[in-house]
């Protein structure tokens, strides 16, 4: 097997990570979104979004500071505050967020990780993982949190989240 889970085994401290999936950032972050999406009218302490997406917390409290950081999130302060959207759910799409916490996104435009193709000219993948990050990004750009919440998602991540600590905790 060329590739495996320990990359770096084969191919010393070379990083192979396509964006094939999202990492736990951009994952924990459109969960976040979407969750706060879900009803807009309140505020959220992050001890409930804690409590109901089972994100790790320093984890969650660093995502919420980028959000906020990013203008997607206002922070309230005090004992009545919490967070909720800057914008409308209609003016916030998954590309926003993605863009707010994931600095490796546009990282690379190689499919091996590399900052360029290291092949003289492109390699035999380059212009078709060019072509699929660029469907990809397309898609994000036009996926609104009023896109999502409208397909009942916010119930589905929390759904989902709940059963996937279950799990871990029997595991």
């Known amino acids: 097997m060329l590739f495996t889970k320990n990359t770096s085994l084969l191919f010393g401290n070379i990083s192979f990570a396509p964006m ?3 990492n736990k950032t951009t ?3 459109f969960r976040i979104m979407s969750y706060i999406a879900s009803d807009v009218s309140r505020q959220y302490k992050s001890d409930d979004i804690y409590k109901d997406l089972k994100i790790p917390f320093r984890y ?3 995502l919420l500071t980028k959000l906020s950081n990013a203008g997607l999130l ?5 004992k009545y505050g919490g967070f909720k959207l800057t914008r409308k759910i209609e003016d916030i799409t998954l ?3 993605l863009m707010a916490t994931d600095e490796n996104s546009n990282a690379t435009s190689c499919f091996f990780g590399f900052p360029e193709c ?3 000219g492109n390699c035999l993948l380059h212009e078709a993982w060019t072509e699929m990050r660029k469907n990809l990004h397309n898609v994000l750009k036009n996926t609104t949190l ?3 919440k409208s397909s009942d998602t916010g119930n589905f991540i929390l759904t989902n989240s709940l059963s996937q600590l279950s799990n871990e905790l029997e595991a």
């Open 20 to 22: 094939l999936n999202f």
């Open 27 to 29: 994952e924990y972050s």
């Open 60 to 62: 969650l409290r660093r």
């Open 74 to 78: 206002e922070s309230i302060q005090g």
């Open 95 to 97: 590309y926003d967020i």
């Open 118 to 120: 290291p092949a003289q």
């Open 146 to 148: 009023a896109a999502l």
